[in-house]
């Protein structure tokens, strides 16, 4: 792993990244002590090895305070959110484990925090749960981003939920909070929540049994017969029994193709981008 950059370090370094048909050059920040530079389209990195990556828990879980921050092998903190490479190589993505499968407590990445830990949400002061336990691995794709400022022409022209984007992974291991898995995504629905677009790419893990066996959206079908359907089930209706509306899906009701799906991971990745070079006002969001 690369080390940060020593105190005599005068000049930030520039690197020459591939991007779509040709290269293009940029200047990033000199890199600071705990903090580690981000790169367009980086496919693998030098400067944060994903496997040395460890989840640390602060506090006492389903407490307020509660806190699982990820550190690198040296201990120093990352952020789930901005410092993991979105691209794994050859297709593949990380993803960042918020809700085991079969647990209930609605744990989430602090989007207004520094370093962005995960906890568990709240509402009204009191922690959040769901109704009933979540049959799949849950989380979010690093480096990605919803735009609450841009509608979406696909689907009813619904702005996005101004979080990163959420992976919904249907292997068979039960992963723990903060965990770093290298996923391929498979499919991608849109739901709409309170008129929010809120995706969820479905994607297995790399190291499952039948990774080999799904490639697309038929494949889950074939060989994890009726997953989709009781994906799209539990989130149009976990919100039911406290009393709220069913959430919608669009794109006609129905799971959009591995192509859709890596359309949506390149445009919201696109707008986070924007986000932290700062070309879209972030609000209460950090960047840090």
Same mark, same amino acid.
């Given at each position: 792993? /690369?080390?940060?950059?020593?105190?005599?370090?005068? +000049?930030?370094?520039?690197?020459?990244?591939?991007?779509?048909?040709?290269?293009?050059?940029?200047?990033?920040?000199?890199?600071? /002590?705990?903090?580690?530079?981000?790169?367009?389209? &980086?496919?693998?990195? /030098?400067? &944060?090895?994903? +496997?040395?990556?460890?989840?640390? *828990?602060?506090?006492?879980? !389903?407490?307020?305070?509660?806190? #699982?921050?990820?550190? =690198? $092998? $040296?201990?120093?903190?990352?952020?789930?959110?901005?410092?993991?490479?979105?691209?794994?190589?050859?297709?593949?993505?990380?993803?960042?484990?918020?809700?085991?499968?079969?647990?209930? *407590?609605?744990? !989430?990445?602090?989007?207004?925090?520094?370093?962005?830990?995960?906890?568990?949400?709240?509402?009204?002061?009191? &922690?959040?749960?769901?109704?009933?336990?979540?049959?799949?691995?849950?989380?979010?794709?690093?480096?990605?981003?919803?735009?609450?400022?841009?509608?979406?022409?696909? #689907?009813? %022209? /619904?702005? %996005? =939920?101004?979080?990163?984007?959420?992976?919904? !992974?249907?292997?068979?291991?039960?992963?723990?909070?903060?965990?770093?898995?290298?996923?391929?995504?498979?499919?991608?629905?849109?739901?709409? =929540?309170?008129?929010?677009?809120?995706?969820?790419?479905? *994607?297995?893990?790399?190291?499952?049994?039948?990774?080999?066996?799904?490639?697309?959206?038929? =494949?889950? !079908?074939?060989?994890?017969? $009726?997953?989709?359907?009781?994906?799209?089930?539990?989130?149009?209706?976990?919100?039911?029994?406290?009393?709220?509306?069913a959430n919608r899906?669009?794109?006609?009701?129905?799971?959009?193709?591995?192509?859709?799906?890596?359309?949506?991971?390149?445009?919201?990745?696109?707008?986070?981008?924007?986000?932290?070079?700062?070309n879209i006002p972030? $609000?209460?969001?950090?960047?840090?």
């Amino acid at each position: 792993m /690369a080390t940060a950059a020593t105190a005599s370090a005068t +000049a930030a370094t520039r690197f020459t990244l591939l991007a779509g048909a040709g290269l293009r050059s940029r200047i990033t920040r000199r890199p600071t /002590a705990v903090r580690f530079q981000r790169q367009r389209g &980086l496919t693998t990195t /030098a400067l &944060l090895k994903t +496997a040395d990556l460890l989840p640390k *828990a602060q506090g006492q879980p !389903e407490t307020l305070d509660y806190r #699982v921050f990820l550190v =690198d $092998g $040296g201990g120093r903190k990352v952020s789930p959110w901005h410092d993991v490479p979105l691209r794994a190589g050859d297709g593949v993505f990380h993803f960042v484990v918020e809700i085991p499968k079969e647990s209930s *407590a609605k744990m !989430e990445v602090a989007t207004d925090e520094a370093f962005t830990p995960i906890k568990q949400d709240t509402k009204k002061g009191n &922690l959040r749960y769901y109704p009933y336990n979540i049959n799949w691995n849950y989380g979010l794709l690093p480096q990605t981003w919803e735009d609450p400022t841009s509608a979406n022409s696909d #689907v009813e %022209g /619904a702005f %996005g =939920d101004n979080d990163p984007v959420d992976v919904v !992974e249907i292997g068979e291991r039960r992963a723990n909070i903060g965990d770093v898995l290298k996923v391929k995504p498979l499919a991608a629905l849109a739901m709409i =929540d309170e008129g929010e677009l809120d995706w969820k790419i479905v *994607a297995i893990s790399l190291d499952d049994p039948k990774a080999s066996l799904v490639n697309d959206v038929d =494949d889950v !079908e074939k060989h994890f017969p $009726g997953t989709l359907t009781a994906i799209r089930d539990w989130f149009r209706d976990y919100k039911i029994p406290d009393g709220k509306p069913a959430n919608r899906f669009g794109l006609g009701n129905k799971p959009a193709s591995k192509e859709y799906a890596l359309k949506v991971i390149e445009e919201t990745n696109e707008s986070w981008e924007k986000l932290v070079k700062r070309n879209i006002p972030a $609000g209460e969001l950090s960047l840090a």
